[in-house]
C-alpha cells in the first residue's frame, strides 16, 4: 500500500537504507497516521514532514492533494527536482 508520499513502503529505498526508521508508513488518512508519525518523530528528532503535512491536509497520498507538488517534496528529495517540476508545469503551477 502506498505511503502518504505515494511510495510504498516495500520498495522504497530509502527505507532499505534507513532513512526511515518506521516499518512501513500509511496514508495521511489512515486511523494510524499519527501514531506512525509520533513513532518517526521520537526515533529521528523531528517529524517526517511529508506524512504531518497530508495528515494536516487531511489527504491519503501527496499526489492527491490540490498543493502537490510543494516545497516540503522539493526539500524532501523523495522525488527528482526535475520530475517535480514537469508535474508543476503539467498542474499549471509554473
Known amino acids: 500500500m ?4 505515494g511510495l510504498a513502503c516495500e ?10 526508521p ?5 496514508p495521511g488518512t489512515d486511523a494510524a497516521a499519527k ?3 509520533e513513532k518517526f518523530t521520537v526515533a529521528v528528532g523531528h517529524p ?3 506524512l504531518e503535512c497530508a495528515i494536516r491536509n487531511q ?11 510543494c516545497e516540503i517534496h522539493y526539500q524532501q528529495g523523495l522525488y527528482s527536482e526535475k520530475l517535480l517540476d514537469m ?3 503539467m498542474r499549471g503551477k509554473e
Request: aromatic share 8%; with cysteine.
Open 35 to 37: 501514531e506512525k508519525l
Open 2 to 5: 502506498p505511503s502518504a508520499c
Open 87 to 89: 508535474i508543476r508545469s
Open 22 to 26: 518506521i516499518d512501513g508508513c500509511v
Open 59 to 69: 489527504v491519503d497520498h501527496c499526489t492527491r492533494c490540490p498543493e502537490f507538488p
Open 48 to 50: 517526517c514532514f511529508i
Open 11 to 20: 520498495v522504497c529505498g530509502l527505507r532499505e537504507q534507513g532513512f526511515c
